[in-house]
């Protein structure tokens, strides 16, 4: 029986996507919900996975621009699988070939001794790779087949990978023995070649809303700094038991995200939209967190960020960022933000003017903590420093009301504690003020 593989649905207004890889080869036998194909939209980069097993065939070539519900290829389930598949759990853990002692070393006939020298790589069936080791190989170019196990059969890992690199380089180079080693050369340029890269469809429509944000929108910028003392104490005391209780390290971000939430209610026009000449304002915050991934840029969404804490948004923001790197992040968690965030402070950037991600109306961009001398009470003192930029929509959202979100968020950054009272000082809340 053969099974029709079709372009899967990449949203209501997507009517066009690339196919941008094979994950398998024609003729290949594939298991049941295997991936075996990566689609791009303008969106986000969707996996395509076997429905059930058998041998595929593949009619549409990778790089095709083709429409959600195209056939791009077969699977033909009555095909016998591998006897090197069916076996796969029955196969021992590979292990590497060791010479005989020269006293017990049979004698092989000439003919036994020939498929013996073709045979250059284990067999793969006695190992897995983790994803984030899938991932690597697939950036260095390197097949599975190319690997050697490890010697103890175990699954391989990233960091397997980058340690056996490692080791080839210090093979290469002699470093960490007593040799000198060879001058460097230059490893680029000398050349009038150019490299020609076709653009993905994320990011041909990346750069037309750029290019339509500029000619739409009135989009002006405001900036601040903001003392980040407060919160790199508070990481610095309670990230050993935060780490402990979730599995993960404290971050900026969330402080950040949660700050907007708190900042919102006060200049609600920042967190709205135009839709129809008319204003609209959520009486929600869905904050998109901008993520620089292979693929480029993305914004996954959180949700209702309003009603999360410190540890919810720091566990949401990790899973939405990972999703987004491995290309497993779906449509619906791309759409429908009302605000959002960028940080180039992780690319050491010092300050920048963010650009709106339509239809939402103001973008914070955050940058890289720098101690800067600041004029605390008459005096001069060494402080961690973070320039913030505000962009907005200058036709929805006032000077008046950009100036005062962004101090507002600075206020939050600068005393986290007021987080927890609504954006109201804690003192003056127990004495009713």
Known sequence: MLIDIRVPSAGESITQVEL??????DGAYVEKDQEIAEIDSDKATLTINAEQAGKIRISVEEGTTTEPGKIIGQIDTEAAAPAASTKQEEAPAPETKQEAPPEEKPKASPAAAQPEEKKTE????????????QKLLDELGVRQAEVHPNPDGRRITRKDILAAIAGEYQKTTGAGSSQPASPATATWGGSRNENRQKMSTLRKKVAE????????????????????????????????????????????????????????????QVNGRIEDNAIVLPEFADVGIAVSTPKGLMVPVIRNAEQLSIPELELKI????????????SIEELTGGTISITNGGVFGSMLSTPIINPPQSAILGMHNIVERPVAINGRVEIRPVMYLALSYDHRIVDGKESVGFLVKVKEMVEHPERMLFGGHDPMGSLLGL
């Open 209 to 268: 809303r750029l290019v339509a944000v500029k000619n739409q929108t009135a989009m002006l910028t405001t900036f601040n700094e903001v003392d980040m003392s407060a919160i790199l104490d508070l990481r610095k005391q309670y990230q050993k038991a935060f780490q402990e209780k979730y599995g993960l390290k404290l971050g900026m971000m969330s402080f950040f995200a949660k700050a907007i939430t708190e900042a919102i209610p006060h200049f609600p």
């Open 20 to 25: 941008a890889r094979w994950l398998v080869e």
């Open 318 to 329: 990790a899973e939405l960022a990972q999703k987004a790197r491995d290309n497993k992040i």
């Open 122 to 133: 284990p067999a793969q069936s006695g190992f897995t790779f983790s994803p984030q080791a």
